[in-house]
């Protein structure tokens, strides 16, 4: 049974760096082809891909955000790290892990909320 | 980055009625493998999304047969033959065809 589950601050101040945790089990990251993923959703708005980290350590990013992002895993731990520098007030979002094989499964999301 | 649009964004639906929600890509989204990468996911209130459909038509384990894709290229569908109470939320497509992946805006599915 996949399960993945987010953690981190619930409240940032603006110009600080996030750090958000996905602890993930069920399957490994040591295994060919799996990844695991960081998608966003403002409140009332739509899905937004952040970042997805592979097996071998291959990263991608949104064009968007990539000057802002830092993705990496621990494989040790079942775990991917999702750093964001510089938060904004909107980038008030619940903050979503994923498996990134076919998105099949999902964390319950981390509400976040950057505000002085 | 492909661009994906939904129509409509709103969609009030009599239970029991067929409920139906168009998807199109800015780019076709068949990969280089030549699957379609093309999904569906279903995001009650409150909950996160759920994936509904992979890969244009393929039913997610655990999803009723009364939901469906279809579609090639850059047009696709969802169909949901008779709607239920438990359908309410908001619908996304997802294309995972292309790095960065992207969703639509959504669809709001409602009861009338």
């Known amino acids: 049974q996949i399960t993945l589950k987010e953690s981190g601050p619930t409240l940032v101040k603006p110009t600080q760096t996030l750090t958000l945790t996905c602890t993930f089990s069920?399957?490994?990251?040591?295994?060919?082809?799996?990844?695991v993923a960081w998608i966003r959703q403002p409140p009332g708005k739509a899905l937004e891909w952040l970042a997805l980290i592979y097996w071998d350590d291959d990263k991608r990013y949104s064009p968007s955000l990539k000057s802002r992002l830092t993705i990496t895993k621990d494989t040790s731990k079942n775990q991917v790290v999702l750093t964001m520098t510089n938060m904004d007030p909107v980038d008030t979002a619940t903050y979503y892990c994923a498996h990134a094989n076919g998105y099949q499964y999902w964390g319950q999301g981390t509400l976040v909320t950057v505000s002085s | 980055d492909i661009v994906m649009t939904q129509t409509p964004l709103s969609s009030p639906v009599t239970l029991g009625q067929p409920a139906s929600i168009s998807c199109r890509s800015s780019?076709?989204?068949?990969?280089?493998?030549?699957?379609?990468?093309l999904s569906w996911l279903q995001q009650r209130p409150g909950q996160p999304p759920r994936l509904l459909i992979y890969k244009i038509s393929n039913r997610f384990s655990g999803v009723p047969d009364r939901f469906s894709g279809s579609g090639a290229g850059t047009d696709f569908t969802l169909k949901i033959s008779r709607v239920e109470a438990e359908d309410v939320g908001i619908y996304y497509c997802?294309?995972?065809?292309?790095?960065?992946?992207?969703f639509g805006q959504g669809t709001r599915l409602e009861i009338k």
């Open positions: 997802m294309q995972a065809t292309q790095s960065p992946i992207t």
């Open positions: 780019q076709s989204l068949v990969h280089s493998d030549k699957n379609t990468y």
């Open positions: 069920g399957f490994s990251l040591n295994t060919y082809g799996v990844g």
